[in-house]
């Protein structure tokens, strides 16, 4: 099965750059797009990416001050405060996402040429990418997106507006600030995603080949030193033993002959220890294994179960296999695509580093904030105008959910990103180890030291990284607040309960007082 990996991944995206384009998200020609699939530069798209910020954010001003409608000064200042700050933030962030694609239209055009002669190279070297799962990617989050923004707005709607008239339908805009930011987050997931796949086919590549010349060498080569005591290794150990044991033979076959009286020290060869394995390994469960660990690449086609190392397999069975240079070449290829993984995913988070900054502080605020008043609505507390979607259980969690997953989404796939960009290191070394060969060693020890400056990271502005440490803080940071914020509410009405009672008992002294002078003055006035 032949993919085209110049044009996979923006084949993939289409249905995203097709909603992205019409709303105004990215200021790219559509019919360039839609004629030969490429992302071309627009004059006209920027204009338009302009004109709708400015009337996405009037509508929103309309659609918000009509729901509210005279209720705005009714509740206290510091609650408007923070009423007015968490509404408006939502076109904020809006207008953040539009101004930094305009200002960042010539990377992300880059980025895709960039990932275009990436897979170039690597479907040169038998790495074919499936981009068919990130279309089915973008496919869910949308829809997911679609689900949430109608059960929320919807039930907003019905449950809310007190008449139902053709001016009342303007109450729909306000689904389309936050179904933007959606959209700008999930062109960061999809980035990111797509990053992530590609670490993940070379490192399935070269575990298959692991895998292929294990198979190999179980099958046909067996043990070839039986006399040699197994000890068992770590790798490091194993590695150490297996170089110092051929860089002996090597020695010894270049050292001249010696004397027939003379004394010859015999040299005790040092075998890597691996697990006894049976006499004949079922190969259908390797190869299911393979193709396990090859879903991010296409199934390559099975050569009696060795699969991408037929390549380097000897066409003799009676034969060990010797790589030496022929894996070379893949090698430092990988690492080469590695590195320019790692420059792409530093360019992105270049891209979307503020956006996701100002996303994760909405985040914590809208959700704390909403869980707050769901505790007030749930002890029959008063519920500002603001915040009254808290007054609804199901709206209440449906509108939270919704927010933390626009923030658990992305922070999830940088963090596996980040992890299977590590994990090349790791598949390396484990090939080295079943190619069990002194040139494999020192090719993959130098191309490690390279693998370890090779850093990829994704942050939000420097200011903390999004990996699941930043999801486990802010989680506790969002548990502390609503403590403390309903800690403050329990002592207000304890205050307040105080106040009212010890008014009562004033009013009470002063009418028993004023019943007594009364009583006295009566008297007097009669006894006179």
């Known amino acids: 099965m032949s993919v085209n990996p110049i044009r996979g991944l923006l084949d993939s995206l289409h249905v995203l750059f097709y909603i992205s384009s019409i709303f105004g998200v990215i200021p790219y020609s559509l019919w360039a797009f839609a004629k030969r699939t490429v992302i071309q530069l627009s004059l006209l798209g920027n204009v338009w990416v302009v004109c709708s910020l400015i009337?996405?954010?009037?509508?929103?001003?309309?659609?918000?001050?009509?729901?509210?409608?005279?209720?705005?000064?009714?509740?206290?200042t510091l609650t408007n405060a923070i009423g007015i700050f968490i509404i408006y933030m939502e076109p904020l962030m809006m207008a953040v996402d539009m101004v930094a694609g305009m200002l960042n239209q010539k990377r992300l055009a880059q980025c895709f040429d960039r990932l275009a002669r990436l897979d170039g190279h690597l479907a040169g070297?038998?790495?074919?990418i499936n981009n068919g799962r990130m279309r089915r990617y973008t496919i869910v989050l949308l829809l997911l997106m679609l689900l949430f923004e109608s059960i929320i707005t919807v039930y907003s709607f019905v449950e809310f507006e007190q008449e139902y008239t053709a001016w009342s339908l303007i109450w729909f805009i306000t689904t389309i600030p936050t179904a933007l930011n959606s959209v700008c987050r999930i062109w960061y997931v999809m980035l990111v995603a797509a990053i992530r796949q590609r670490f993940n086919a070379m490192n399935a590549h070269m575990n298959a080949i692991a895998h292929g010349i294990l198979n190999y060498k179980e099958q046909f080569v067996g043990e070839t030193e039986s006399d040699i005591t197994e000890?068992?290794?770590?790798?490091?150990?194993?590695?150490?033993?297996?170089?110092?044991?051929?860089?002996?033979?090597?020695?010894?076959?270049?050292?001249?002959p010696k004397k027939a009286n003379s004394t010859s020290t015999k040299v005790i060869t040092v075998k890597?220890?691996?697990?006894?394995?049976?006499?004949?390994?079922?190969?259908?469960?390797?190869?299911s294994g393979q193709q396990r660990h090859n879903r991010a690449i296409e199934p390559w086609?099975?050569?009696?179960?060795?699969?991408?190392?037929?390549?380097?397999?000897?066409?003799?069975?009676?034969?060990?296999?010797?790589?030496?240079?022929?894996?070379?070449?893949?090698?430092?290829?990988?690492?080469r695509t590695h590195d320019e993984l790692c420059e792409i995913g530093k360019v992105?988070?270049?891209?979307?580093?503020?956006?996701?900054?100002?996303?994760?502080?909405?985040?914590?605020?809208?959700?704390?904030?909403?869980?707050?008043?769901?505790?007030?609505?749930?002890?029959?507390?008063?519920?500002?105008?603001?915040f009254r979607s808290a007054e609804v259980f199901l709206l209440a969690l449906a509108y939270i959910a919704y927010i933390a997953l626009k923030c658990i989404v992305p922070i999830f796939v940088c963090w596996k990103t980040k992890t299977d960009s590590q994990r090349t290191g790791i598949e390396m070394h484990y090939l080295a180890n079943v190619i069990d060969e002194c040139h494999c060693y020192e090719v993959v020890n130098h191309l490690s030291l390279k693998l370890l400056n090779h850093q990829l990271?994704?942050?939000?502005?420097?200011?903390?990284?999004?990996?699941?440490?930043?999801?486990?803080?802010?989680?506790?940071?969002?548990?502390?607040?609503?403590?403390?914020?309903?800690?403050?509410?329990?002592?207000?009405?304890?205050?307040?309960?105080?106040?009212?009672?010890?008014?009562?008992?004033?009013?009470?002294?002063?009418m028993s007082i004023v019943e007594d002078a009364t009583t006295t003055a009566l008297t007097t006035y009669v006894s006179n």
């Open 348 to 386: 992105v988070n270049r891209m979307y580093s503020v956006q996701m900054l100002v996303a994760m502080a909405h985040g914590f605020v809208a959700i704390t904030a909403e869980f707050y008043f769901l505790y007030c609505s749930l002890t029959q507390q008063e519920v500002p105008i603001l």
């Open 301 to 335: 086609q099975d050569m009696d179960g060795y699969g991408p190392a037929q390549e380097f397999l000897p066409t003799d069975v009676r034969q060990r296999p010797k790589i030496e240079q022929r894996l070379d070449n893949k090698l430092i290829l990988i690492c």
């Open 125 to 128: 070297e038998g790495v074919l």
């Open 457 to 510: 990271n994704f942050s939000a502005c420097g200011f903390f990284d999004l990996d699941m440490t930043t999801l486990y803080a802010i989680t506790g940071a969002i548990t502390s607040y609503l403590i403390i914020l309903i800690q403050f509410n329990l002592a207000a009405i304890q205050k307040s309960s105080s106040n009212s009672t010890v008014a009562s008992n004033a009013s009470t002294t002063a």
């Open 231 to 256: 000890i068992p290794l770590d790798y490091l150990e194993k590695e150490i033993f297996t170089v110092y044991t051929q860089r002996r033979k090597q020695l010894a076959v270049a050292s001249p």
């Open 55 to 76: 009337i996405y954010t009037g509508l929103y001003h309309v659609a918000t001050t009509n729901y509210m409608k005279d209720d705005w000064g009714s509740q206290k």
């Open 272 to 287: 890597p220890y691996q697990p006894k394995q049976p006499a004949s390994p079922p190969t259908k469960a390797i190869v």
